[in-house]
T-cell receptor, first 115, second 113 residues
Framework: GENVEQHPSTLSVQEGDSAVIKCTYSDSASNYFPWYKQELGKRPQLIIDIRSNVGEKKDQRIAVTLNKTAKHFSLHITETQPEDSAVYFCAASRRGSSNTGKLIFGQGTTLQVKP | SAVISQKPSRDICQRGTSLTIQCQVDSQVTMMFWYRQQPGQSLTLIATANQGSEATYESGFVIDKFPISRPNLTFSTLTVSNMSPEDSSIYLC??????????FGDGTRLSIL
């Protein structure tokens, strides 16, 4: 069945360093890959997404890369700040007129940014 | 993005009872989704709710346990039936897809005694 593997499960970095979280998906028909940030006690919030026709997307300190051949995608956070500390989830879905667009989530990565 | 309101925000229930969670959206949406997030875990899709048709359930989730209603394009309910402690989770609704991705409500934190 559809599956998304996410690594690492925990990540601790020093403020100002970069953080990278990696995901692998199993469904080759997946064409949409969002990333969510969930702070403690709050709802998941979309921070960036990428579609399968794009290899990389950046938004200020956040970037996502996609390797369709290897079925890998990664989240890159540069110049990390303490407020980046949260749980990050990757997800994959098929989006199209005949598909529901349901999200399959990775297991999550707890990022800790030390001041 | 759509504003999504969930009620109740939290509840403590007795074993064997049922609870209905409401999800209201401020605009009409085609798809509504219900997810479960067990303590310290990721999100797992329970079902997809389309207006005017039966909900589509994921493997491991059944209609008798999690009946869903979708009476119109802005509202859905999820009922957690005959609850046991294993049902203690956060239940989240989301809407999408559309021009943007799925966005989540604040969730319902459910504890079963």
């Amino acid at each position: 069945g559809e599956n998304v593997e996410q690594h690492p499960s925990t990540l601790s970095v020093q403020e100002g360093d970069s953080a990278v979280i990696k995901c692998t998906y199993s469904d080759s028909a997946s064409n949409y890959f969002p990333w969510y940030k969930q702070e403690l006690g709050k709802r998941p919030q979309l921070i960036i997404d990428i579609r399968s026709n794009v290899g990389e997307k950046k938004d200020q300190r956040i970037a996502v890369t996609l390797n369709k051949t290897a079925k890998h995608f990664s989240l890159h956070i540069t110049e990390t700040q303490p407020e980046d500390s949260a749980v990050y989830f990757c997800a994959a879905s098929r989006r199209g007129s005949s598909n529901t667009g349901k999200l399959i989530f990775g297991q999550g990565t707890t990022l800790q940014v030390k001041p | 993005s759509a504003v999504i309101s969930q009620k109740p925000s939290r509840d403590i229930c007795q074993r064997g009872t049922s609870l209905t969670i409401q999800c209201q959206v401020d605009s009409q949406v085609t798809m509504m989704f219900w997810y479960r997030q067990q303590p310290g875990q990721s999100l797992t899709l329970i079902a997809t709710a389309n207006q005017g048709s039966e909900a589509t359930y994921e493997s491991g989730f059944v209609i008798d346990k999690f009946p869903i209603s979708r009476p119109n394009l802005t509202f859905s309910t999820l009922t957690v039936s005959n609850m046991s402690p294993e049902d203690s989770s956060i239940y989240l609704c989301s809407v999408g897809p559309g021009p943007s991705s799925q966005h989540f409500g604040d969730g319902t934190r459910l504890s079963i005694l």
